[in-house]
């Protein structure tokens, strides 16, 4: 998503309103502001279907919003939207002078994400890269709030991977390799993928971290409870 030469535009206009969130789309190469049509502006914001109506034709690129005080975290309410409408979003907080995005159309480099759980978390790290390198597609998973996963009820991956085309293997050694792993818990809570087979190379992303490779073995393969690979891989 490129709204690099935007960004004057975009602040001066949340900056002409700090008390309440501002909005508009990105499209064609141009900012379009509309009307927050949020009833509590000082804390959310809404756009119009007729907004993006008339946009639609010109071609959205993105959601831009700006966020009041020094909140520089999306909220739960962002994040189930912009996976609604599956656009890229941009907010600017205008306390921080900060910029942050998000992305639920797949389009985001694998490592230096954000932590932004429910589109940049680990499953979602391995969704992209699953429909990105081999054209497959993973059924995307409600998220709840953060930590969840710390509860023995929540078995995202345990309950899901087979109905997904995983099926397990003994070795970790093909591209697109699965690693389900206990991190802190007695059951699988967090997910890696295989990048480079020849270098133990795969891809994660943790908690409150940017999505980063890391060379699998040591403290990575003490907590793995599955290795995975997908049917359409298995030769």
């Known amino acids: ?52 109506a008339r946009l639609e034709e010109i071609g959205i690129e993105a959601v831009f919003h700006s966020h009041t005080g020094f909140n520089n975290q999306f909220s739960r309410h962002d994040i189930v939207s912009c996976k609604a409408i599956n656009l890229p979003w941009v907010m600017y907080c205008v306390g921080t002078n900060s910029w942050h995005e998000m992305d639920p159309t797949g389009g985001a480099f694998y490592l230096e994400r954000p932590w932004i759980y429910g589109v940049y978390d680990c499953y979602g790290l391995v969704r992209d890269y699953f429909n990105k390198e081999f054209g497959i597609l993973l059924d995307d998973y409600e998220r709840g709030e953060e930590f969840e996963w710390k509860s023995s009820e929540w078995r995202m991956f345990e309950k899901n991977f087979k109905g997904q085309g995983f099926v397990e293997v003994d070795k970790l050694q093909k591209r697109g390799d699965i690693v389900l792993m206990q991190l802190q818990a007695d059951f699988p809570n967090h997910v890696g993928v295989l990048h480079s087979p020849e270098r133990n190379i795969f891809y994660q992303h943790l908690l409150g971290r940017l999505s980063e490779a890391n060379v699998y073995g040591g403290y990575w393969q003490k907590c793995t409870a599955k290795i995975l690979r997908h049917k359409e891989l298995v030769q």
């Open 1 to 52: 998503m490129n709204y690099q030469g935007l960004k004057d535009e975009l602040r001066a206009y949340a900056q002409s309103t700090p008390e309440e969130e501002v909005c508009g789309i990105i499209a064609g190469g141009q900012f379009f502001p509309c009307a927050n049509i949020h009833p509590f502006p000082s804390k959310n914001f809404g756009i119009s279907a007729k907004d993006y």
